[in-house]
């Protein structure tokens, strides 16, 4: 009888192969990893930042320095399916620890930074973690504090901070240079063999949830699920899209699994030239950086977009007289470009489009740094329709993607030849995707759906069924072609006191398209008469990512086309104009409701704008609806007080 799932990290699950996807022999990530490295052993790998000026490690350098961290792992007793917790920015570290751990036939797991210090304890313990290596002294100190509560600890390995002195810790410290020394006694004939010890249904990788509601699950990914993975969703794209030479910013956090199948995973199954990003890329240096690299492929999440979209929009506004009457032509012409190339539209160029491609389209990516860039994509959370309209006119189609953790972070993908707007794309070759009839749940089985979640047979057992299909939470559909869109989440829907079922996340983007002043919109409703929601404004935000109270540049020029001179949030919520403008841009969201159980009556607005640091906001940036709810439960009761 075959084994599909798993719960302990050291089981081994049977690989699920079916007619469409056997194609792609089972491998491990260490023989896909050597075999890149024996191929491109004198070209950079990585390239990072040593003195304001690039650097880079050679394939060769990577192999061996990764070899060394196994080594060092393998010096203080680690043992095959032992786990690694990383916690740090992306860097060479990262990828060198994140390697090294698997070839010592480890599983690595990625901690938050933003994680407090008992949420790393509960990582750290749930995974059993042996090595913690960390980014800087306030991540070391951060496990310092916990260290003596870690009962399988060995060792803390930091890096880009110099060790503290004097510091009395329940484990070694040890610099991250000095740690790649202590293993050089160990033959390399010991790291081989742990690799040649390593199968397809092992695990490589612990990728922890959100966790939106209760503790985060550790999701247990196998070599298969990310070998596989790479080559399906790779083998779809014509005209040899990837090679050795593409260039990738690595900044998405790497404790999520979109920046590990890209940034990490792409990387080692085509041997690409990845560039660190500074530590402060989403606050504002991601720009500068892509400018000095000239990617060639590029995945943003939508905040990105959205900030690239909001300071072109800035800019635009000084344009008069001709030159703002050719960029609006043109961007007439690039949305129509955009829209011809969609599945089952009739491609080509529209009249003009070369003419405005050399006067407008080139160099807007020439200023941004993209001219190279080959595709752009957007994941992990929606990418509102304004913002894909934006981009569209400048002839920058912009490619969705959908994925979780539980299926190695694709589940549906775009293609340049295969796509449609606003839509997450066309289900992953080789995966079997149905409909649940009854409460339209999206259901997935495929070789790339996780083994099971790590200690947690019950909520093993509650995502996968017994005919392997992965229970994802999410409502969706599907369109006669297979391409897919998601309609709300299991979990969020509201229902009202009607009995209506409420997807509250399609509403919440609706508000924000009718009204751009607002920063996040959550709607309450549960068991409820009616819907009401929670309003936050546009602000600036400080070195740290906290929300401040002042409105930010966007939001007070959409104020000023209102006659309101509002600055900060304190002065927006007292101003008539804004209520007004408010009020109308809710008529015009309600409007479009599907029914009346779905409009929002009544609404709020709360001083602090939601952030990952205040707690509201998940590292992916969901919204933490059930802390929302509590930290505002008399201001949401007040509401349904007749």
């Known amino acids: 009888m075959p084994k599909y799932t798993a719960t302990r990290i050291d089981e081994e699950v049977d690989i699920r192969l079916n007619d469409t996807n056997n194609k792609f022999e089972p491998t491990t990530m260490c023989k896909m990893f050597l075999n890149t490295a024996a191929k491109y052993s004198s070209i950079p790998a990585l390239h990072y930042k040593k003195n304001g000026e690039w650097a880079s490690y050679s394939w060769k350098e990577y192999e061996e320095k990764a070899k060394q961290f196994a080594k060092s792992l393998i010096s203080l007793g680690f043992q095959a399916h032992d786990t690694v917790s990383i916690s740090g920015f992306n860097s060479t570290e990262w990828f060198i620890s994140y390697i090294g751990c698997i070839l010592a036939g480890g599983a690595s797991t990625g901690v938050y930074t933003t994680n407090g210090a008992q949420a790393c304890k509960y990582v750290c313990n749930n995974s059993v973690a042996r090595v913690v290596v960390c980014d800087g002294i306030k991540q070391l100190e951060k496990f310092m504090s916990i260290a003596d509560q870690l009962p399988a600890l060995k060792a803390l390995v930091v890096w880009n901070a110099s060790l503290p002195e004097n510091v009395e810790c329940a484990v070694p410290i040890y610099d991250f240079d000095a740690f790649l020394t202590i293993g050089n006694e160990i033959p390399d004939s010991t790291v081989d063999e742990r690799i040649a010890n390593q199968r397809p249904g092992h695990c490589a990788s612990l990728i922890y949830t959100s966790g939106t509601t209760g503790n985060p699950k550790g999701v247990m990914l196998s070599h298969d699920n990310f070998t596989y993975t790479l080559r399906a969703v790779t083998s779809q794209f014509q005209n040899n899209l990837f090679d050795n030479t593409e260039r990738v910013i690595s900044y998405l956090p790497l404790s999520h699994i979109a920046g590990q199948i890209l940034d990490i995973g792409i990387q080692i199954y085509f041997g690409l030239h990845i560039y660190f990003a500074e530590p402060d890329a989403l606050k504002g240096s991601l720009g500068k950086t892509m400018k000095e690299v000239h990617p060639t492929f590029f995945l943003g999440v939508p905040r990105v977009y959205e900030k690239i979209s909001e300071k072109m929009v800035e800019v635009g506004r000084g344009s008069k007289g001709i030159k703002k009457a050719i960029a609006s032509w043109a961007r007439r012409v690039g949305a129509q470009k955009v829209a011809m190339s969609q599945f089952h539209e009739s491609g080509g160029k529209p009249c003009g489009y070369d003419l405005a491609k050399a006067i407008v389209f080139d160099k807007v990516r020439v200023a941004l740094g993209l001219e190279k860039c080959k595709a752009f994509y957007s994941g992990a959370a929606p990418l509102s329709p304004e913002v894909i309209a934006f981009f569209s006119s400048l ?92 309609t709300g989440r299991l979990k969020e829907l509201i229902i009202t006191a009607g009995g209506e079922n409420v997807p509250p996340v399609l509403i919440e983007n609706v508000i924000k398209e009718e009204l751009p002043l607002l920063g996040n919109v959550m709607v309450i409703g549960d068991k ?54 408010l009020d109308s841009g809710l008529k015009r969201a309600n409007a479009r409701a599907t029914s009346r159980a779905q409009n929002v009556q009544k609404y709020i607005f709360v001083t602090k704008d939601f952030s990952v640091p205040g707690g509201e906001l998940t590292p992916t940036l969901k919204i933490k609806r059930n802390v929302v709810a509590k930290m505002y439960e008399a201001e949401i009761d007040a509401m349904y007080v007749v």
Not at 415 to 433: A, D, E, I, R, S
Not at 436 to 446: A, K, V, Y
Not at 529 to 558: M, Q
Request: proline share 3%; glycine share 8%.
């Open 528 to 581: 409820r008469k009616f819907l009401s929601a929670i309003f936050t404004l546009r602000v600036t935000v400080d070195e740290h990512g906290e929300p401040t109270d002042k409105l930010d540049n966007e939001a007070k020029y959409l104020l000023s086309q209102i006659g309101s001179e509002a600055t900060t949030v304190g002065d927006a919520i007292v101003d008539p104009k804004i209520k007004v403008y």
């Open 395 to 486: 002839d920058i189609p912009i490619y969705e993607a959908m994925g979780l953790s539980e299926t190695t972070a694709i589940s549906f993908f775009n293609y340049p030849h295969m796509w449609k707007q606003n839509c997450l794309g066309h289900f992953l070759v080789g995966t079997n995707v149905k409909i649940d009839p009854e409460n339209s749940e999206l259901l997935i089985r495929g070789r790339h759906v996780m083994m099971g979640y790590i200690n947690n047979e019950e909520g093993t057992a509650q995502a996968l069924d017994d005919e392997g299909f992965l229970h994802t939470g999410d409502c969706a559909s599907l369109d006669s072609d297979g391409f897919g869109y998601i």
